[in-house]
């Protein structure tokens, strides 16, 4: 397999084209992927409400396609508030996510205009109480760990499903507007069932608060569809029927507003970090080659961490008679943590030498906005958006 038949060949022909203009390392984002994905999930899920996850990847291109498609904004912090609102979204097509703010914060975005948040303890509620009076809430239901998910995502946020339903209750007692449940699956979750696992627990969250007088009708379903790496996962549509079928099966008679804050899934597909070959060397002479790359776990790969996500990676020396061999692939700061995959071994070409390029593919998520601002004076990842199917390239950011 090359990058030009991963990407196809009109495709890489435009990827390549600014490709060759850029300086690496830089993620080169194709906004018309973008924009299928976005279509493909609305597509699949007709009764959702997309609340697309900023902190994917931030960026204005991005945020400004989602607001022209119409989709709404499941934000983490005032500084991504400011970003998205500063877009012109309105603050009713926004929802503050993070269950982990300060009450300073919660009242800047009251004061902006956001009226839904989510919580998950009772801290949290009282600070929403005071600072957002009369707020929406969801709360926060913890799913259990499954070994579905590449990046779980489960033990920090939310609680279990008896203090959840306190929380409705208590919501109800502070003067707030209980709409419902939220969870999160983990992120690049490939077992469909982890849905109908944590519906289960959001059905007995809303039966308890019905017997209490409270009708429930807003089930925030979180991320957790996938990208396309290494490993395979269900197509969209499958992850689609899996779920439409467990909501069906728990809330025929209930009508509900569904929220679905895909990150990963509408991003990831977009993006190509276009990297250079810094060094080949070896740490004994009949040991394995050590290919060393301008782009590390501190320049947007953090999702290498324990090898979890295994992106797609080509070489501008692939081809199909390409002699190659296994090797270890790391990034070039002076941390020995800036190792991609050691156990993971890439086949990569016999003459790859300094000055050849690494594209690894699916960055589009997660690598922006987790990349080090200075570490061993390296500057940030750059970004590079563009759109395949537009005749110019958007915009350039650094
Ligand atoms: C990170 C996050 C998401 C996005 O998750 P993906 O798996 O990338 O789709 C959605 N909702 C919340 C609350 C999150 O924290």
């Not at 779920?243 to 809330?251: G, S, V």
């Amino acid at each position: 397999m090359t990058l030009a038949s991963h990407l196809g060949a009109p495709r890489h022909a435009i990827f390549q084209q600014h490709a060759e203009t850029i300086q690496t390392p830089c993620l080169l984002v194709d906004l018309a992927i973008v924009r299928k994905r976005y279509e493909q999930l609305a597509d699949a899920f007709p009764t959702g409400n997309i609340y697309y996850a900023v902190k994917a990847n931030p960026s204005k291109e991005v945020i400004r396609l989602v607001r022209d498609q119409g989709g709404c904004f499941d934000i983490a912090s005032r500084y991504e508030l400011d970003k998205v609102m500063a877009e012109g979204v309105a603050a009713s097509r926004i929802s503050f996510g993070n269950t982990i703010k300060k009450k300073q914060d919660i009242a800047y975005f009251y004061q902006k205009g956001v009226r839904l948040f989510a919580s998950d303890s009772i801290a949290d509620l009282k600070h929403i109480a005071e600072a957002a009076p009369g707020a929406q809430v969801y709360i926060r239901v913890l799913t259990e760990d499954r070994p579905g998910a590449d990046w779980p995502l489960s033990r920090k946020f939310g609680c279990e499903p008896e203090m959840a339903s306190r929380l409705i209750k208590q919501a109800r007692e502070l003067g707030l507007w209980p709409r419902g449940v939220s969870f999160h699956v983990g992120s690049q979750q490939r077992d469909l069932d982890a849905w109908a696992a944590a519906l289960d627990r959001v059905k007995t969250i809303f039966d308890a608060a019905w017997r209490d007088g409270i009708a429930l009708d807003l089930i925030n379903m979180g991320g957790g569809l996938p990208g396309n790496y290494l490993h395979s996962t269900p197509k969209i549509r499958e992850y689609a029927n899996a779920i439409e079928a467990a909501l069906t099966d728990r809330f025929k008679h209930v009508p509900v507003k569904l929220i679905l804050e895909p990150g990963r899934y509408l991003v990831a597909d977009a993006g190509v970090l276009v990297t250079e070959v810094v060094l080949v060397s070896k740490k004994r002479d009949e040991g394995a080659r050590w290919v060393f790359i301008d782009a590390g776990k501190f320049g947007g790969l953090i999702e290498t961490l324990d090898e979890s996500i295994k992106y797609p990676i080509y070489t501008n020396k692939d081809a199909d008679n390409a002699e190659t061999d296994a090797v270890v692939l790391a990034g070039p700061t002076c941390d020995s943590a800036d190792i991609l995959y050691e156990k993971f071994r890439y086949q990569m070409p016999l003459s790859l030498d300094a000055g050849d390029r690494i594209y690894i593919v699916g960055t589009g998520a997660y690598t922006t906005s987790y990349s080090a601002v200075e570490f061993n004076g390296f500057p940030p990842l750059a970004a590079f958006y563009y759109d395949s199917e537009a005749v110019q390239a958007v915009s350039a950011a650094a």
